[in-house]
């Protein structure tokens, strides 16, 4: 079992940035990719970015692309979404999630493919 934990969320006005923070614990040798997933009011969850983990390949949704980066820290066992140019259609629940090992998808992008979730972080972003 893997257990995350985010941090980092708040109140930002439309350019600002913020930095979103991923504490994971347990098990953290299985966790094969980290990924963000956000969730705006009345829609579905959907995918943000992703990293291989202990490798450094990220991949991207094209909304956030050149926006946003995801990167993370091994020693730490902790994963960060860098956000900026904030704009407020990017308001919405943030939630980091761990694919564990074994894994069957190289770069992971639903819900499915992730076996652990922290609780999420809010995130709002003011006109």
């Known amino acids: 079992q893997v257990q995350l934990v985010e941090s980092g969320g708040g109140l930002v006005q439309a350019g600002g940035s913020l930095r979103l923070s991923c504490a994971a614990s347990?098990?953290?040798?299985?966790?094969?990719?980290m990924g963000w997933f956000r969730q705006a009011p009345g829609k579905e969850r959907e995918f943000v970015a992703g990293i291989r983990w202990p490798a450094a390949n990220t991949y991207y949704a094209d909304s956030v692309k050149g926006r946003f980066t995801i990167s993370r820290d091994n020693a730490k066992n902790t994963g960060y979404l860098q956000m900026n140019n904030l704009k407020p259609e990017d308001t919405a629940v943030y939630y980091c999630?761990?694919?564990?090992?074994?894994?069957?998808?190289?770069?992971?992008?639903?819900?499915?493919?992730?076996?652990?979730w922290g609780q999420g972080t809010q995130v709002t972003v003011s006109a």
């Open positions: 347990g098990r953290t040798f299985s966790i094969a990719a």
């Open positions: 999630a761990a694919s564990l090992e074994p894994m069957y998808t190289p770069y992971p992008r639903t819900e499915r493919n992730f076996d652990s």
